[in-house]
């Protein structure tokens, strides 16, 4: 090619442009608030945003978009932007700060969600609450990462949310490379609150889902996930090609805790599933949740696979009616691996097959409680397994024992360190290798591994750091008590919490004095060594408060009932409001009335902040006054120097 000097000149000075550009690029961060404009706003920390949606729109690669601190009421709110790999947008709290995004007042139809994140890539949704989606008779879900036509939504994380309070799914995930991560998600699901939608049709508190091409999504992860008291499935691999279920628990779900639903090429490991005896969703069919399934149901939208190339390892499954099962045969499945999980008290069978063709099969290293039904047992090795209730007599199993497995504490208060193997147990070094390198602690598993989802080590043992602290948010100056909660007989300990503070005490107290959220490390160590435990955003310190926003008198008159009870009244409705005037639901509020009655009330505001209070009745009425004499509510000392009005009148008649 040939190129004239001066097109050169000019190559070269686009070539210099565009690499200045490069250089003096930076991240911008963009706001919204509660109390924000879309229309008058900037995106700026003193002119901020009121939505998601609008500060998407804006943002470019790199950017971080902070919520404020408050509620944003009303939520129906959305996300579509797309970042790069090595600049993903984030959204996330303001720090010291808690955005809650409340879908009250909201007007919703079936499948809607608070939070939608459409056609959007290499985007993080870190440490929303997500909540209240009414009547939760409706499907309505919190946040649903999907796709409305290609380009589909990839590279999306959504992770430390909480979730709750809905009658549809938590967290969906739709699309390619998408992650949910250390959320809590409950009380989800509640259009099947007491069974109401009979014998199927649930929802899923954390699920991925066929795209809207009818393709599979694709290389989906559920990670650190603590999903409870769910009327539905608690974590769902739905038409899902490459998945990575890992380190979750899943506490008293309704029908299943963790499904792989027309889903290949799955790796479900070091999870937890277990039911509490006064959390038990027994109106389904009379039986607690299966701990693990597998399954090809039937969708109009899909044509069922075979269930294949899936690893269940080191996982714990307590009180669930199968612990482990293949259900609904309407396809083939072929190379499941079934290896070192411990399966405690099940209603029915610990383990079971329903037919199905089948081959590469191998159920090896388990600790299994209950029976076993297999309807196909020429499609599986089955070996080296403990039985505790007997080894099945359906099929081979050489190498297999029936034996107590002397678990430490295999009660629902032990979960999980209670179903480690004991000293002396027969499940230490008798089971054989097949590649799992560690089990659900992390420990190194031997040349000749012991069975179950623990390796026994005998003797003293490095500590395992772990602890708690109380409270852990509030008002400066917060003080804060930490515990240690490690195992192992640490012998010393080492804290840093966060503000340049540390302490060697194993159960110190400290003082943080600014607003800010504080990252907390725990080490613990003994003569074999030492393990730290590190909770990023563990304290948060904000100048929370609370004061009256408003109080609403309304006259009214009462003419029935016995004589000595008819007059006039009147009724108040009281408006909490926090720091920020945003509403504050579960304040405790006091009043007393004046004028022509007398008397004193309390009561608490509901999710709208509101809370209302009916005055005495006086047959010929005069002034009603209602004064707010106080508010409480824990971690919002009242402020009666920031209300609106603290009382009020009204001539009735």
Same mark, same amino acid.
């Given at each position: ?140 879900? &919190? %946040? +649903?990462?999907?796709? @409305?036509?290609?380009?589909?939504? *990839?590279?999306?994380?959504?992770? /430390?949310?909480?979730?709750? $309070? ?124 299966? &701990? %693990? +399934?597998?399954?090809? @149901?039937?969708?109009?939208?899909? *044509?069922?696979?075979?269930?294949? /190339?899936?690893?269940?390892? $080191? ?339």
């Amino acid at each position: 090619m040939i190129v004239r000097r001066g097109s050169l000149a000019v190559v070269l000075c686009i070539c210099l442009m565009v690499l200045l550009g490069q250089c003096v690029a930076s991240a911008a961060s963009i706001y919204i608030a509660p109390t924000g404009n879309d229309t008058t706003g900037n995106g700026s920390i003193s002119n901020p945003y009121r939505t998601l949606a609008k500060a998407s729109s804006v943002a470019v690669a790199g950017d971080t978009v902070y919520a404020r601190g408050g509620t944003y009421l009303a939520t129906k709110d959305s996300i579509s932007c797309n970042g790069t790999a090595g600049n993903p947008i984030t959204f996330t709290e303001y720090p010291g700060e808690q955005a809650i995004f409340d879908g009250t007042g909201a007007s919703f139809t079936g499948g809607d969600c608070l939070v939608n994140v459409a056609n959007s890539s290499y985007v993080v949704i870190d440490g929303f609450e997500v909540r209240n989606a009414f009547p939760t008779t409706l499907k309505v879900n &919190g %946040i +649903l990462v999907w796709d @409305e036509g290609p380009p589909f939504s *990839t590279y999306v994380v959504v992770r /430390n949310c909480i979730v709750h $309070n809905l009658g549809g799914a938590g967290i969906g995930l739709i699309g390619d490379q998408l992650t949910a991560e250390g959320n809590e998600v409950y009380n989800v699901v509640l259009q099947n609150e007491n069974g109401a939608m009979g014998s199927g049709g649930w929802n899923v508190a954390i699920k991925s889902n066929v795209r809207v091409d009818n393709a599979a999504s694709t290389n989906i992860t559920f990670r650190n996930n603590y999903v409870h008291e769910v009327w539905g499935e608690g974590i769902d691999a739905l038409c899902t090609f490459g998945a990575t279920i890992e380190g979750n628990t899943v506490a008293n779900a309704y029908s299943v805790s963790i499904y792989l639903d027309n889903a290949k090429d799955v790796i479900v490991r070091n999870n937890v599933a277990y039911t509490t005896p006064e959390n038990e969703r027994r109106t389904k069919d009379g039986y607690l949740p299966t &701990g %693990i +399934l597998m399954a090809s @149901e039937r969708y109009t939208q899909w *044509t069922e696979i075979d269930i294949s /190339n899936v690893q269940t390892y $080191n996982n714990l499954i307590y009180r669930a009616d199968r612990g482990i099962e293949f259900w609904r045969a309407a396809k083939s499945y072929n190379n499941l691996k079934i290896y070192h999980n411990t399966v405690v008290a099940p209603e029915r069978n610990g383990f079971e097959i329903q037919s199905g063709t089948s081959s590469g099969n191998e159920l090896k290293d388990n600790i299994i409680y209950g029976g076993y039904a297999n309807a196909n047992p020429s499609a599986w090795v089955t070996s080296y397994n403990c039985w505790p209730n007997g080894v099945p007599t359906v099929g081979s199993h050489p190498n297999s024992f029936a034996a107590d497995p002397l678990l430490v504490n295999p009660t629902g208060s032990g979960i999980p360190d209670g179903f480690k193997l004991r000293s002396g147990s027969p499940c230490i070094n008798t089971g054989t290798s097949v590649g799992i390198p560690t089990d659900y602690w992390g420990t190194a598993r031997d040349a000749n591994p012991d069975i179950g989802f623990h390796e026994y080590v005998g003797g003293p043992v490095p500590p395992n750091a772990d602890f708690s602290g109380n409270p852990r948010s509030g008002n400066p100056p917060l003080t804060v008590a930490f515990t240690d909660l490690s195992t192992g007989s640490p012998t010393s300990w080492s804290w840093t919490f966060g503000d340049g503070g540390t302490s060697t005490a194993q159960n110190p107290s400290h003082q943080y004095t600014a607003v800010n959220s504080y990252t907390v490390s725990l080490t613990a160590t003994n003569a074999q060594g030492s393990d730290t435990e590190t909770k990023p955003g563990y304290i948060t310190v904000a100048n929370q408060s609370c004061h009256v926003g408003s109080i609403a008198l309304v006259g009214k008159y009462k003419g029935t009932g016995a004589p000595s009870g008819r007059g006039y009244y009147a009724e108040a409705t009281i408006t909490a409001h926090d720091q920020a005037c945003a509403v504050l639901a579960g304040v405790t509020v006091n009043i007393t009335w004046s004028g022509c009655v007398s008397g004193t009330d309390s009561g608490t505001t509901n999710a709208s902040g509101q809370v209302v209070f009916t005055s005495p009745v006086n047959a010929s009425g005069g002034t009603f006054t209602c004064t707010v004499t106080n508010l409480t509510k824990s971690g919002y000392p009242y402020n009666s120097g920031a209300n609106h009005e603290t009382s009020k009148s009204i001539q009735n008649p």
